[in-house]
């Protein structure tokens, strides 16, 4: 049994594995982050490793979790320190990241995470809540005012349960001991994530409180950031395999590919730490990054996900290696979201394509479809449904995006191609149970499942080239199954 990964034994670390460079006593806490997952760890933590390396000790992170205690318990008796293992085929690269301090529990004591985050040297509050964390409607992108968590914590505005519950009251105590707001970052998979979290905390916080409201709209800035890393859920093979690696336990390391992009919209309020140093790209305007990587990486991962599982697929990188997997992707890249991605002066798309190719086939990595396809309802809007709009404007034909939204469609009627059933993890998984309940048919499936106002919005149920094209595409999985319908594809 090894000893356990601590400030106390990192002096035994061997000489290979990259470690804080810097005196972690001496950080100060610049950065609350909320949601400390996988993600985070993997991404956002490390850039501030190095920022922190680099000199500038007044953004180390306070990790907070909305939901569990696994990361904190995880996490306190290794003094926040945890390894990051960056595989790929060629290999794997070790470090030990060491800008996570304390991590609290929000349900456990809500109080100590508003004190948190209304101390005057918290300059940042990040967020990697996913998607449904922000409480919203994905089709429109305004708050979900009938939200359980929204009703809950606009009742009770010193015990919150949601992330805007959190940011709105701690705003207020800022804003009535005189104080500046903090920069709110959102590292989310959204569309305009910062302009979406901005409008979203403006609206709760105006439902508050007229005044808190032009507060926030007047002085919160919220850059968007377009963040990529693909991140696996760490497994019990990663934690025995990085143990004998560094020689000490860790309870949740992180694995994680080499990739990894941040850029970063450059209007913080109240500075920010050098995460350019570290990689990061600052710019003016993040939308084209941000809807080149949702519409090609995301769109295609969903669709892998939800056609890769029904055949029975575990990983992404399995289903790659299916037949025409891995060229039905290539083909829906080029042929139907390329128009539908804004052009990047000086970028290379191709190469950008060809790399996405190479990581969903990294070998090394673990990826599990059924982990890509959770919350499908709240990812398939900013992922292809956008891109459909596009196409269908165009007068273009979208039939690999229409075989995606099928196999989400196919996916949540809680049966598999084997007729095993799909542990189906979603804030919608409810209604879509009772929309595809008993039918098995395409036409009545699509029928049922489109009119979900906050997925489709208003328009697409009444874009006929829409219907009969998801329809076309749901009648040859429920005839023939995913791995026949994508090999199908593939040869046409
Ligand atoms: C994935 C993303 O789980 C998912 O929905 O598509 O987490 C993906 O791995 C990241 O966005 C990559 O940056």
Redesign the pocket.
Known sequence: MHARLSTETLPDLPPSVVRPSYDRAAVKTGIVHLGIGA?HRAHQAVYTDAALGAGDTRWGILGASLRSSDTRDALSPQDGLYTVSVRDGAGERVQVVGSVGKVLVAPEDPEALLQALVRPETHIVSLTVTEKGYCHDPASGELDESHPDVRHDLAHPDKPRSALGFIAEALNRRRLAGATPFTLLSCD?LPANGATLHRIITRFASRRDVDLGRFVADTVHCPSSM?????PATTEADRASVAAAIGLQDSWPIVTEPFSQWVVEDDFGAGRPAWDEAGATFVRDVAPFELM?LRL??GS??TL?YLGYLAGHETVAEAMAAPGYTSLIRRMMDEEITTEVPPLAGFDLDGYKASLIARFQNPALR?RTW??A?DGSQ?LPQRLLGTIRGRIVRGAPFERLALGVAAWLRYVTGVDDKGAPIDVRDPLAADLKRRTAGMIEAGALVESVIGVESVFGRDLPREPIFRSTVERALSLLLAEGAAATVARLARQ
């Open positions: 993600f998979n963040v990529d890393r693909i991140v990587k990486l995301n991962h969903s996900a990826h982990q890509i959770m990812k």
